[in-house]
């Protein structure tokens, strides 16, 4: 049942836009002439009517969708394993929410690119944001998690985990209230790319600083963090979207502009961020912690003999 339920999360919306799609087109009908303009600078040559004004960049925010149904499969995977090596297994159903982010931002930027409108290019930054506004709790948490001087007893109550729960959402929702009144942001404003820009790098480079202090705090703890693949998820990550931004630099700059073209350096950029997200959430997840001794476990649950 689940399976066939994220197939058709997956597919499901295809048939139905390129039918409008290429319907309106051929009646000549915009769907989208009632909202406020707000064309990005992209390269692509948009379409005078049908649902998709930009299909290059438009069409390749599907993936974001497949990443949100990627998240949906591992963290029903992940909660059946029950296994809590990590945070992010401590709390699964933050999972979730990172799928229902992810499927959030495609929507947005979908529609972003199809309308070319005020509406679009805000759930698109709301959506962007969202997705960084995600990690920055998770890694602040992290930090005190390695912090605590009794790492295997106080983390294994549901108490504890349920109070988790609650700081996470807390700090989340803080973050999402700080970061709202930049989405409103047009266009048209000479600052907008510069204010995306920096939101952005501020809210990742937030994170590595975080990482970078949790590893030094584990050294000092004589705590080892083993990853999948020796960590390279997260510097693939990192270098992917360092990648996309650059493709999204030059499609906003018209460098090697060709309007027409099927493949768009802006929907790289697209495809690169999602590739992202995915190897954040591997590098998170794949996390576990190895100690080299226990100097910090005061006391152990009595154990009888049968």
Request: with cysteine; aromatic share 18%; hydrophobic share 40%.
């Amino acid at each position: 049942m689940f399976p066939s339920i994220l197939f058709l999360i997956a597919i499901g919306p295809i048939p139905s836009i390129l039918y409008f799609d290429r319907r309106f087109s051929e009646i000549k009908y915009d769907p989208w002439k009632n909202f406020t303009d707000d064309a990005g600078p992209w390269c692509e040559r948009p379409h005078e009517f049908g649902l998709v004004k930009e299909k290059s960049n438009a069409y390749s925010d599907y993936i974001f969708v497949l990443s949100a149904v990627y998240f949906l499969a591992r963290t029903r995977y992940e909660k059946k394993r029950r296994e809590s090596d990590n945070l992010l297994k401590l709390m699964p159903n933050l999972g979730y929410l990172y799928a229902a982010i992810n499927m959030f931002h495609a929507i947005g930027t979908f529609i972003n690119h199809s309308c070319r409108c005020s509406f679009g290019h805000q759930l698109d930054l709301i959506g962007m944001y969202s997705i960084t506004n995600f990690w920055m709790p998770y890694y602040i948490l992290r930090y005190a998690y390695y912090n605590k001087n009794n790492v295997y007893l106080s983390y294994n109550k549901p108490k504890i985990i349920s109070s988790l729960y609650k700081r996470y959402y807390l700090i989340y929702i803080g973050f999402s209230i700080i970061t709202y009144p930049f989405t409103s942001i047009s266009y048209s404003n000479s600052h907008s790319d510069h204010i995306e820009f920096t939101i952005l790098t501020t809210s990742c480079g937030f994170c590595l600083l975080l990482d970078f202090m949790t590893h030094r705090l584990c050294k000092k703890k004589q705590i080892t963090l083993y990853y999948v693949a020796k960590g390279k998820c997260l510097h693939i990550g990192v270098a992917v979207i360092l990648f996309g931004v650059v493709m999204q630099k030059m499609d906003a700059l018209g460098i090697m502009c060709d309007p027409t073209h099927i493949i768009q350096f802006h929907s790289l950029w697209h495809i690169a961020a999602a590739i992202a997200t995915i190897m954040a959430y591997e590098h998170a997840n794949s996390e576990f912690p190895y100690y080299m001794n226990l100097p910090f476990v005061k006391t152990f649950p009595t154990v009888r003999s049968p």
